[in-house]
C-alpha cells in the first residue's frame, strides 16, 4: 500500500491570525511544516517583505487578511484565508477575486492538514483548488450561508460553476509568478 504524498512537509508556511490559540493549534497541526507566525498586520507584513513562504494562512478579521491577501499574491505565495468571523457569501468572493486558493472556516481547523495536503496537491499539479474545495465543502457553506446564497452574484457563480476559472484572482497570481513573467 503506498503512503499518500505530502505537500506539507518540509515547507514554509506564514500564518496570521489575532488569536494565539489559533496560531497554537495550526502549528501542532501543521507539525511537519515549518510554521511562522504574526499577530497583526504590521507584523505580516515585515515577514512577508523579508522571508520566502510556500503558503500563507491568514485570518481575515482580527488582522486585516484581504488586504495581507493582496501582499503575499503580489509575492506569489498561494494563500488559504481561514474565518469564523467573516464566515459569509461575500468575503468568500473578495477572497477568489483577489487571488486566494482556497477559503477555510475556522470549525475545519482540526482537519486542517488534510485540507491542505488536498489543496497544494492541486494547487501544484494544476488543479482547480476552488473546485476542490467546493468538492470537499460545499455542503458546508450551504448549511452555513443559507439556501439560494449564491443567487445574490448569480452571474458570477454561474461562470464559476461552469468552468472554475476566475480570471482575476489567477491573473492577479500569474502576473506575479515569476515563471510566468520570465517565460520559463
Known sequence: MSEKKSYLKGIKILAVDDEQDVLDTIKDVLEDSVVEVAVDFKTALEKINVHKYDLAILDIMGVD????????????I??????????????????IAK?????????KLADLDQILN??????????ATWK???????????????????????????EFSR?????????????????????V
Open 78 to 95: 498561494p494563500t488559504v484565508m481561514l474565518t469564523a468571523h467573516a464566515l459569509n457569501p461575500e468575503t468568500l468572493l473578495a477572497s
Open 132 to 158: 476542490l474545495l467546493f468538492d470537499e465543502l460545499g455542503e458546508f457553506f450551504n448549511e452555513k450561508f443559507g439556501p439560494g446564497w449564491k443567487e445574490k452574484e448569480k452571474d458570477f457563480w454561474s
Open 65 to 76: 487578511g484581504l488586504n495581507i491577501l493582496e501582499k503575499t499574491v503580489a509575492k506569489d
Open 99 to 107: 487571488g486566494a486558493i482556497s477559503f477555510l472556516p475556522k470549525e
Open 163 to 183: 468552468t472554475y476559472y476566475v480570471s482575476k484572482g489567477i491573473q492577479s497570481r500569474l502576473l506575479h509568478n515569476k515563471k510566468v513573467i520570465s517565460g
Open 118 to 127: 488536498q489543496i497544494m496537491a492541486a494547487h501544484h499539479t494544476g488543479k
